[in-house]
């Protein structure tokens, strides 16, 4: 997947969690060792995540860490751009960068104060290093627009690019530069960098233990260490009740709990929940089933659109919690506004009727013998997923569709999904998010995780990634969703239907002023502690 890409793996900020008893043992004793510094060392705070936060491949860029699913800073590590709370870019070992007119080459100046925490110097070297090696090893990421790094001198960088990618600098924000001369392939469980913490302890399966690197070149850190608990949502909750934990996240069907001496932190997110929308019909490919005879039909994608009550399913599975979502990158600087609709069952049901879809005596419509009937696929496990599945199926009946919902797994719902609808998670700081899931791959004639091809569309993404300066870019973006003619929103191909975007929710000990948070991406991990340097005790 593209960079920062957060296609699902099923996990969710709000899973109904079931735990062993050894492993709630197991975090238990993590959270009994770290209590006694929680609100009383005003330079330390404990944090809890989902045990999905965990790195498997440990805090190694190459191999993930800082990207994927849970997209933030890398902490540990030093990047070359940050994004700024407008989603913007800023700049932290990086002083200035450029691209070549044909986008083949960005060259980047980076910093020549900055010392890996055992001394030695952070050089452009070890920036070229860094990003060559994920050009060769990175699973998460897609460096595949990369041909090669090569440092000049100490101080600059050049990429040199396969392909013109005008938002390359949102991956300068998430790749951590490791240290050439102390690389090996056991960095990822002992991690030298130069950034803002020092790996002090990891104990696998509970938790790890950050200090601050008495070196940073950045602004005074605040929190001298960070304790993070990995726990699910009812393991966090009894910590938080417990007193052993300063920050403690928590889902949607546990925020009502009134826990003495914290408060309810209500984070906005681009994490977001949507169904696709197959817009062929029903055929073959590779002996596989692809399209829809019934969203096929625009006008029923469009009644669905508008169709939905976005408010209701909101209150009724988020229990508040949330926001209307109405594209996959809502409040970002590429969104386009045009893709908001108002709720509009009236409208829908007429949508519908002057399409040829007519209610039969059951209130199910019909179309030249089809019936305007299909499947919602949620994975199983997820309760916030299957609730929306469900919901769903209740308003479209109100429109004379037949819905049923059925659980399927990772393993099989890749597949399936391109026939029929599936409940996603998306969300990332990066306007690759809508060409992964819109743009058509060459191999398949549609895009990749539901059919679809709009040549419009594909001209507008491939010219943003082409064109020079990136700012231009947000442009071409918005028009790919709409450009007065055509585009993925409401009155072009409507190939998606966004549902709601999950607040990321977490209890918070009184006294601890946690700094102003970015929206976040999709994940209820690592992003709560993008800037815990900053926080502070009252």
Not at 116 to 138: H, I, K, R
Not at 295 to 310: C, K, Y
Not at 383 to 409: F, K, P, Y
Request: charged letters at 20%; aromatic letters at 10%.
């Amino acid at each position: 997947m593209g960079n920062g890409s957060s296609a699902e793996n099923g996990s969710s900020v709000q899973q109904d969690p079931v735990q062993s008893g050894q492993a709630a043992e197991a975090q238990g004793t993590a959270a009994e060792s770290a209590q006694g510094e929680s609100g009383q060392a005003k330079d330390s705070v404990i944090v809890t995540m989902p045990s999905t936060s965990e790195p498997e491949a440990g805090f190694d860029p190459v191999y993930g860490w800082g990207a994927g699913e849970h997209v933030h800073e890398p902490l540990i590590q030093s990047t070359l751009t940050t994004t700024t709370a407008d989603l913007k870019i800023g700049k932290d070992l990086a002083t200035d960068y450029s691209v070549s007119e044909d986008g083949l080459t960005w060259t980047v100046t980076i910093r020549n104060d900055v010392k890996f925490t055992d001394g030695e110097p952070l050089t452009a070297s070890d920036v070229a290093f860094t990003y060559n090696l994920c050009v060769q090893n990175s699973s998460v990421n897609d460096f595949t627009m990369l041909k090669e790094a090569v440092a000049l001198d100490d101080t600059t960088v050049e990429f040199h690019m396969n392909t013109p990618f005008s938002i390359w600098p949102y991956t300068m924000a998430i790749v951590g530069i490791v240290p050439e001369h102390a690389y090996d392939e056991n960095y990822g469980q002992n991690p030298i960098g130069s950034g803002r913490y020092l790996m002090k302890q990891w104990d696998k399966g509970q938790q790890v233990i950050f200090e601050a690197n008495p070196d940073y070149y950045g602004e005074e850190i605040k929190i001298k260490k960070l304790t993070v608990l990995f726990m699910d949502e009812d393991a966090a909750l009894a910590a938080a009740m417990a007193g052993q934990a300063d920050v403690a996240h928590t889902a949607a069907s546990y925020a009502d709990q009134v826990i003495d001496g914290y408060q309810l932190l209500r984070v906005a997110s681009v994490d977001n929940r949507g169904i696709n929308l197959p817009t062929v019909s029903p055929q073959e490919r590779d002996g596989k089933p692809i399209g829809n005879a019934v969203t096929s039909d625009a006008a029923v994608r469009r009644a669905i659109n508008i169709g939905i009550d976005r408010e209701e399913m909101i209150d009724n599975v988020l229990n508040g919690y949330g926001t209307p979502a109405y594209s996959v990158c809502d409040k970002m600087p590429w969104y386009n506004p045009s893709a908001q609709v108002a709720y509009d069952p009236d409208g829908a049901k007429q949508l519908l009727e002057e399409a040829g879809w007519t209610q039969g005596s059951d209130g199910i419509r019909e179309k030249d013998g089809v019936r305007a009937a299909f499947s919602v696929m949620y994975t199983p496990g997820d309760s916030v997923r299957q609730a929306l599945a469900e919901d769903l199926a209740n308003q479209l009946r109100e429109l004379g569709i037949e819905v049923t919902t059925e659980g399927a797994g990772w393993d099989v719902a890749y597949d399936k999904a391109q026939a029929q609808p599936l409940v996603w998670g998306w969300g990332a700081h990066t306007p690759m998010e809508l060409y992964n899931i819109y743009h058509t791959l060459p191999a398949t004639g549609s895009a990749e995780y539901s059919p679809y091809s709009n040549k419009a569309v594909d001209n507008y993404m491939d010219g943003a990634l082409k064109a020079g300066d990136l700012e231009s870019t947000y442009e071409l973006w918005q028009k790919a969703q709409w450009d007065g003619k055509t585009g993925v929103t409401q009155e072009g191909d409507i190939p998606w239907v966004w549902l709601c975007n999950v607040d990321h929710l977490y209890y918070v000990r009184d006294g601890l002023q946690v700094a102003g948070q970015k929206i976040h991406p999709h994940g209820h991990g690592w992003s709560i502690v993008n800037n815990v340097d900053q926080w502070e005790w009252k």
